[in-house]
Every structure is written in C-alpha cells, then in structure tokens.
C-alpha cells in the first residue's frame, strides 16, 4: 500500500501521552488583596497544574504561584468566576472576561483534573478498595463494641439470676407448705433457663457479627469487580469502535489503492492539507449532469482531522464512565470547540486577548476565496444542474466517541462537528419528500377518492425512500433560514421553508404543484438510547387537492438509526400512519413493520387499507418503503378489522423507486434530485440554506473550515436571539447559563417571528400551526429582501 511506502508520507507517529494534554493560556483576573484587588495575569494549564505569571514574557523566567489539579475543587461563583480550591492551603479566585471564555477555562480545568486523577486512578482504586475496607472495619468494630457491651449484660443477667436462685435456695430451707416448695423449684429452673437464654444470646451475636464480616467483605469485593468490568467493558466498546473506524479506514484505502496509481497518490498524502480551493473550478462547473469526466476535488484527509478525533475522543474520555459524564452542552460545546481549534492550529495565539478570535479563529484565505467563488458563479441554465456533490472526504471519526456522553439526550442539543452531517440543511432535507411528486400529480386525476387515497399512500411512503443509506444528519438550520426550490419547470412543484422555531427546531414548509399543494411543519423529538438513536417526528402534513376539495392530513412514523455503537449504521422506520381525508372522514392506516432478522418475509415492508368513514375497507396497499408500493381496489373483505382477508382486483404499481446513481455511496448516498438542492442560484433570499457557509465549506470537503464557521454561526444565532428577545417580557427568561446555541429555551414569546409564514390555528386539525403567506414569492419578483436578517 501506498501510504506505507511512501517515507515522506506516513503519519507522524502519535505523541506520547503526556505531550498529548494540549497547553491552554490565556489572561485571567486573579485576586490579590484587598488593597490591590484582582489583577490581570497570564496563566498557563499545562500538565495539571495551573501556573501564572505577571506577563507572557516572564514564563521562562518567573512563575508567581502554582496549583496542582490532582483532587482540587473548581466552582463557579458567578457567570465570570472560577474558584479552585485544592482542599487546604491554596484558593485560586479567578476572573474570566465573559462567561464563554469562563466556561472554556472550566471546562479545561475540567478536564486536566480528571486526567490527573485517570493517571493515578490505579493508586486510587487501590485507595478506595482501602477505604472501603476501612468502612466494613469501621462498622464491625463499632458492633463488636456492642458485642462486648451484649457481653457484659449477660454477665449481669447471669449475676442476677444466679442470686435469684440463691435467695430461692434459702427460701426452700425455711418450713414451707410442700406446694409453695415445688412452685420455687419452677422458679429456679426459670432463672436457670433465662441465664442460659442470655449467655446462647452473645454466642449467637458473636457469631453474626463473625458472618457480617465476612460477608461484607465478599459483597464489597464483588461490587468493586463489578464495577471494574463495567468500566473496562465501556473501554472494550470504545476501543472496538475505533478500532472498526480504521478497519473501515484501511478497506476504503485498499479499495482505492486497487484501483489507479491516482489513488495511490492520494493515500500516499492522506495527512496533507486539502486544496479544495485549487481543484474546484466554480467557473467550469465540474459537477453538471452531462459532464463525462468530473473532475472530483481529490479529497485528502486534512491533516489535523486525526487531531481532532483524538481530541474530541481523548476530552470526552475523561469525563465518560464517570459521574461527571458531560450534560452540559455548553461544556461539550466548549469541548468542540478547543478540539477544533488545537486541532486546526488555529489557535491564535498572536492576539491572546481578543476572545473572539480565539474561540472562533478566522477562515483561511483559501476557504475564503472558495465561498466567494461559488457565490460568483451560481447555476445560470437550469437544464444544465449538476447531478451530484463533491467526494465525501474520508476522516474517520466514531460518531459513538461523540454520543456515549449524550445517553437520552436530544439530538437537536448535542453540538456535532459537521463529520456526521451531510452537505443540506433539514429545510433541503425536507424538500426531498417531493422526490416522487409524480405520484400527487397522478392522484389529482383519480375520480375515486379512495383510489386518490391509496395514491396518496404511496405518496407518503416514498418519502422515506431516501433515507434507506442516508445515515448522516442534516444541518440544523438557523432560525430564520429558508430556502427555496423552484423547480415549476421541470417537476412541476415549486417548495419554500422556513425555520420558524429554534427550540425546539421547527421547519415550515409549502410546496404547491399544478394540482394539489402540501404543507408541514416538520418537528422531532429524537432520543439518543445507547445502541441506537430514534427521531419521532411530531408535526401534521398537509395535501389539498383544491379541484375536487380533498383535503389529507398524516403524521410521520418513527426513524430509528441502529449501530451507534458498533457497525454500519442503518435505518430503520416503524411504526403506524394514519391519513385522514377530511373531505368525507375516510381513512387510510398503515403500519410500518420494524426490521427482523427472524423473518423470511420482506424487509422494511408497509402495509395497509384505505377504509371509508364506516370502516368499510376500499384500498389494499402493499410494498415496502424502499422500493415499491402497490395499491389494489378491494372487491370484497372479511374478518376482523385489524386483520382481514380481502378480495381484491388487480394490482397496480403506485410507486417505484427509481435506481439512484450507482457511485452515490462516495457522495453521501445522495440521489440525484438531493445532489442539486444546494446548488448556487441566482435570486433567492439572503437567507437561502445555499448560503450557508459551513455547510458550503462542509460539502467542499473542507471539514475544519466548516467546524470553526458552525461555531461562529451558532454564536452568531446566540447573540442575536439573546438581543431580540431582551426586548421579551422577563417570562421568557434566557438561561445565562447556557452557552451552547442548542440549549437556549425558546418558545412562542420568542421576540423572533416567522417572516414568510405567519402563527394561525389549523382549519383542519384546530392545532396552532404556521400559514404560509405567499409573499416570498412576491418579494422575490422584485427583489426585495428588505425584511431578511443577516444570518450568515
Ligand atoms: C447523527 C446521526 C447518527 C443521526 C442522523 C439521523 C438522521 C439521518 C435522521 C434522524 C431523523 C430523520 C428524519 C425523520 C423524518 C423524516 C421525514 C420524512 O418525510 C423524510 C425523511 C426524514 C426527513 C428523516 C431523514 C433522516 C433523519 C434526519
């Protein structure tokens, strides 16, 4: 193979470990006195301990004081303190410039300390073990007090009774009746009984006492070994995961390797900076429909991508499998955020003291130089749309390393570099349901509202078509992006969306054809559950078809995606949809049937029925959501609701799905229609998903680009909304807290509106819901975008 010939080539080999623990510096006020208060000093995290000193300029020289992170406590006092505390002789009271730069520091701090305590964690299992046992020691020598204390009483008891019997005994000497003799003999065998009861007490307590010993020994052992396996179990699956990303890694390169010696080129400079900027020609447009030759941007790693999976793998380790698992996002943000930044080199060291610069550190001239580009050269002849995106770059990074700290987190509040994303936002995601459009323009001729119904059926099912590979996560669109897709004059629909809410993320969508318009919101609660990640998508789909006055509404059924763990991801949709035709109260029901290894029947299969308002069965649906849905008029039914047996005439063939590009799995398994949503064109709104930077940078293939642009776009979104809903009444409260774009609670009151749709109650359904006003259309005739915020 070519990397490992190539001397010039082969990767740096990884750093020792204590060279790993990246330096952090920075200003920080620390206080002094009381005279002098807090004074700026230059600080530096290095190795777990945190030194400072009057001014960069003096580290070779003169530190003024140190703290050891091993076992110290770091607290926040307020949004700009940190206090640090190593439990006796030092306090550290120190000052960040704002609560971002704060939180970085805590977070480093963070994380250097539990790399302390990881490095000494074998001295401190041995310690707990010892302090466990001391524990059982404690409680077993407190009962042997009480043992001893049993003792004594016995002896008393033993006293007593002996003179009980004694006093009886002289009792018996004196001239008694012969009754009252016999009734003393009782009496003294009592006392007997009692001092033998007493004295088979303390034995037995004693032996107790001897049994609790060493049974809480054993439990306490096996506790601890359970705990032990627990933890190298966690560190087996990590290392598994890694070890399949590199296994993937070294297949996908042999693969290529096997093909041309071009490809050999590439491997052989797998740690090189990518020169996307070079390779892409905007003006030439390498990625048109016809062009027989694409000329494919040659992705290669860029060189600190490892960098940045070992890095965001080694920060998060440090608090996985421990109690101080990371929840905050905005620690997890701030995570990112150092990883990409060290990762990249961007680091800036040159100006220390403008924060933003540091936590958000400029675009190379190249990345630059590329947005402005493919500004400059956006589709001109519609006929000639490209057909697929640039090469996904191969950058390994296990999306498990990012997730095992998210357990039953939602997706939308986990920061996730742009490697798990695929070049579109939800907004572009979204208009892919209008892929097989042709089945709503079918449906519009029907004159049978159930056959219209079963069409409509078809309709919804190919709208998962797509997600069958497609295992990366969208962009989640800011608030306020839209986008637009006109594509009237070939497919016959038009589509535009909105991002109407942040939190929780809210797309609007309309999309009018020549015969039916269709609109969503489209919302998801998506649970991260360990092995798997699931999204329930909870907005209402609309489709009216205005000729004969049909109006359908369905929900959208459960996504799971499997193998977050270990594997090939894969999809997996489940669950049951119904499509209610408000019309004339018919219904459609279908379920969709999870994926099972035990079955011989079909995978990823739908069935279903279209059902008058009495319950009458009409339609029979038949297929599978990843390739084709066959629909048959029933002539006669039998049988219980949920399952009958039905007569039915001849099938027809609602749907197929249509053989996407054979090399697709290079380019994000996009389908054709996917590949040209985020093409360049010309008119659309300032706000246009398709100007969205990071996602630009992403799809060229520029990944750490695209990282270092998301932050400052979500921080850009942070302030923004902070501003405008500071206007708010205080009863929508911002968090201060929370730093991280994902995690700021927004709701109705949100100062920002809607601009292309405006808040109504459905007709229909009588829920709150978002009207399209059609005015985008309007302003877009002339130009005016007077109304649209500067998002990018
Ligand atoms: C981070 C990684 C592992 C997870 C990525 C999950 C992605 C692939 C999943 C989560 C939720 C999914 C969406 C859920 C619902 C719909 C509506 C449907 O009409 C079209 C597909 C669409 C739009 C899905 C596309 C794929 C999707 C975005």
């Keep these: ?304 991508s490892q960098a940045l999976e070992k890095l965001v793998n080694e920060e998060l380790d440090c608090s996985g499998g421990s109690s101080s698992d990371i929840d905050d996002p905005a620690e997890s943000s701030a995570i990112l955020t150092a990883a990409i930044c060290s990762s990249t080199g961007l680091n800036t060291d040159r100006d220390e003291n403008n924060k933003s610069s540091r936590m958000f550190p400029q675009l190379s001239e190249n990345a630059k130089k590329m947005l402005e580009d493919v500004i400059k050269h956006p589709l001109k002849q519609k006929d000639k749309r490209r057909c697929r995106v640039p090469d996904k770059p191969n950058h390994p990074l296990h999306i498990w390393s990012i997730l095992k700290n998210c357990i039953g987190k939602d997706l939308s509040k986990i920061p996730m570099p742009v490697n798990f994303s695929e070049p579109l936002s939800m907004l572009q995601r979204i208009t892919e349901d209008f892929e097989y459009s042709n089945i709503l323009d079918t449906a519009a001729q029907c004159k049978d509202s159930f056959e219209q119904m079963a069409y409509v059926a078809a309709f919804t099912i190919s709208s998962y078509s797509t997600t069958v590979n497609r295992t990366s996560k969208p962009f989640n669109p800011l608030l306020g992006e839209t986008y637009e897709c006109d594509r009237m004059s070939d497919l016959g629909w038009k589509a535009f969306n909105e991002q109407v809410s942040h939190h929780p993320p809210i797309s609007a969508q309309f999309c009018s054809g020549k015969e039916w318009s269709c609109w969503q919101e489209f919302s998801m609660s998506s649970k991260f559950r360990g092995k798997y990640l699931q999204a329930i998508p909870n907005g209402i789909a609309h489709l009216d078809f205005p000729a004969s006055g049909n109006h359908y509404t369905w929900t959208k059924v459960t996504t799971t995606v499997h193998n977050i763990i270990v594997g090939k991801l894969w999809v997996d949709q489940t669950g049951d949809m119904t499509i209610t035709n408000h019309k004339d109260g018919s219904k459609c029901r279908l379920s969709y049937i999870p994926y099972s290894y035990f079955t011989r029947d079909q995978q990823r299969k739908v069935k279903g029925y279209v059902m008058d308002k009495d319950n009458e069965i009409k339609w029979v649906i038949n297929g599978t959501w990843d390739n084709k849905v066959e629909i048959a008029p029933v002539t006669k039914f039998e049988g219980p609701i949920e399952s009958p047996t039905c007569q039915t005439g001849s099938y027809i063939m609602a749907w197929q799905r249509q053989a996407p590009p054979s090399d697709n799995e290079k380019y994000y398994y996009f389908t054709v229609l996917a590949s040209q949503l985020n093409e360049i064109e010309e008119g659309v709104a300032p706000t246009d998903s398709r100007l969205r930077p990071d996602q630009r940078l992403m799809e060229f293939g520029l990944w750490d680009e695209a990282n270092i642009e998301k932050l400052r776009l979500e921080e850009f979104q942070r302030v923004r909304n902070r501003k405008a809903n500071a206007g708010v009444a205080d009863s929508n409260q911002i968090n201060e807290n929370e730093e991280d774009d994902e995690t700021v609670q927004e709701n109705d009151n949100s100062a920002i509106k809607p601009l292309w749709f405006k808040r109504d109650v459905c007709k229909w359904t009588k829920k709150p819901c978002f009207t399209f006003t059609h005015e985008y259309w309007e302003c877009k005739q002339k130009s005016d975008w007077s109304r649209c915020p500067s998002l990018f």
């Design 1 to 304: 193979m070519a990397a490992s010939d190539s001397k010039s080539s082969t990767p740096p080999p990884p750093p020792p470990l204590s060279m790993v623990d990246e330096d952090m510096k920075g200003w920080l006020f620390k206080w002094t006195n009381y005279i002098k208060g807090y004074q700026k000093r230059w600080f530096v995290l290095s190795n777990g301990v945190l030194s400072y000193y009057r001014t960069q300029a003096e580290i070779s020289q003169l530190c003024r004081g140190t703290i050891s992170l091993n076992g110290a406590t770091i607290h926040t006092e307020d949004s700009c303190t940190i206090v640090i505390s190593n439990g006796g002789t030092q306090t550290f009271h120190l000052r960040a410039t704002s609560e971002v730069e704060r939180q970085r520091w805590v977070t480093e701090l963070e994380l250097a300390k539990a790399r302390e305590i990881g490095h000494t964690n074998t001295d401190r299992s041995k310690e707990k073990e010892l302090s466990a046992n001391l524990e059982v020691s404690s409680v077993v020598s407190s009962l042997n007090t009480k043992l001893s204390e049993l003792r004594s009483q016995s002896e008393i008891i033993s006293k007593h009774s002996k003179a009980l019997q004694r006093c009886l005994t002289e009792l018996e000497t004196i001239d008694i009746p012969p009754d009252v003799s016999t009734k003393i003999k009782a009496w003294m065998e009592r006392a007997n009984l009692i001092r033998i009861a007493s004295v088979g007490m303390v034995t037995n307590c004693s032996e107790y006492l001897d049994l609790a010993q060493s049974q809480g020994n054993k439990w306490q052992k096996m506790l601890y070994n359970e705990r032990r396996q627990r933890i190298q179990l966690v560190e087996m699956v990590d290392q598994i995961a890694r070890e399949q990303t590199v296994l993937e890694h070294v297949a996908n390169n042999d693969k290529q390797g096997d093909s041309t010696d071009e490809d050999d080129a590439s491997d052989s400079c797998e740690f090189f900076d990518a020169q996307g900027g070079d390779s892409f020609d905007v003006t030439t447009n390498n990625y048109l429909v016809n062009c027989q030759s694409q000329n494919i941007i040659q992705h290669k790693s860029l060189s600190s």
